[in-house]
């Protein structure tokens, strides 16, 4: 067999691998919290019930991460959920990711700090604290990781958008964006050496590259949409975002310029607050 052949098989296997996929809803909703979604928009399953999360991760096991606030959970792919830890009192865990050692790191907006919670959450440590304008307020964040091994943090406390980068070892660098904003949230990984984020709760898609450069890649009707979550379609390459308001997930193609809706559920699809893609689901 030649080596064309070859590459044509071996794309051939990975568009069909990338062709079976679907979507993870998180709701913050006690009855359909976490929900399966087909590519198409329709209502697959239930995964787990009984939670109101905020943030969502999945770990190399094939569990989902999810955090409450007060809480850091675990669902198996099976939708079995289990506490791994308590947040301390004084603390509000919006987002996670996975960490290192089979890790988890969330991130707090009442202590303004990083958290390393160990896999069987016997031990909480604090990673880093990240400057705030106003320590008493809680802003909107997003935490995601730049694929060597830092974590990135996008803040908006006090009406003042910062983005930082924190190493494991807990060394807070900021980085510069390119024009001011006020609000933004939503903050992906989407390549090497750029982002996706909200701006102006859920009015825009932006771009953000490793530099802090800063484009407008989407816009919606400001006020009519609150875009939650974002994640990129694994086949098209298209935009998909939850919109809490609406109970809704939209399309939003990859150059931003057409916006459809995907999906609309007050009962599935309610108070949608993240997203992720799943292969092979």
């Known amino acids: 067999m030649n080596v064309r052949v070859l590459t044509l098989l071996a794309c051939f ?20 919290s976490l929900v399966r979604v087909s590519r ?14 905020v943030g969502m991760a999945r770990d190399a096991e094939g569990n989902y991460l999810v955090v409450t606030g007060r809480a850091l959970l675990r669902i198996s792919s099976l939708g079995e959920v289990s506490t791994v830890a308590v947040a301390p009192a004084t603390s509000r865990w919006l987002k996670v990711v996975t960490g290192p050692g089979g890790a988890s790191v969330v991130i707090d907006n ?3 700090a990083l ?25 909107d964040i997003s935490l995601t990781t730049d694929g ?23 060394v807070v660098t900021q980085i510069p964006l390119s024009r001011p904003m006020q609000v933004s949230f939503g903050l992906v990984a989407d390549g090497p050496g750029s982002y996706l984020a909200e ?15 800063v484009t407008q890649l989407a816009k919606f009707n400001p006020g009519r949409v609150a875009l939650a979550g974002i994640v990129r379609d694994p086949l098209s390459g298209d935009i998909v975002a939850t ?38 689901q």
């Open 243 to 280: 919109v809490s308001r609406e109970h809704a997930i939209l399309r939003v193609s990859a150059d931003g310029r057409k916006v459809t809706r995907l999906a609309n559920s007050s009962t599935y699809i309610r108070d949608p607050l993240a997203i992720l893609a799943e292969i092979g």
């Open 40 to 53: 198409e928009g329709k209502y697959i399953s239930t995964i787990a019930a009984g939670f109101a999360g």
């Open 199 to 213: 701006e102006g709760k859920g009015a825009a898609i932006i771009r953000i590259t490793t530099a802090g450069e």
């Open 148 to 170: 060597q091994g830092n974590y990135i943090v996008l803040e908006d406390n006090h009406r003042d958008v910062h983005m930082f980068k924190i190493t494991p070892e807990g």
């Open 110 to 112: 009442a202590q303004h």
């Open 13 to 32: 296997v990975a568009e069909s691998a990338a062709a079976n996929y679907s979507f993870v809803i998180l709701n913050h909703s006690i009855p359909y």
């Open 115 to 139: 958290w390393n919670v160990s896999r069987d959450g016997r031990s909480i440590a604090k990673i880093a604290d990240y400057p705030v304008p106003v320590f008493g307020e809680s802003e």
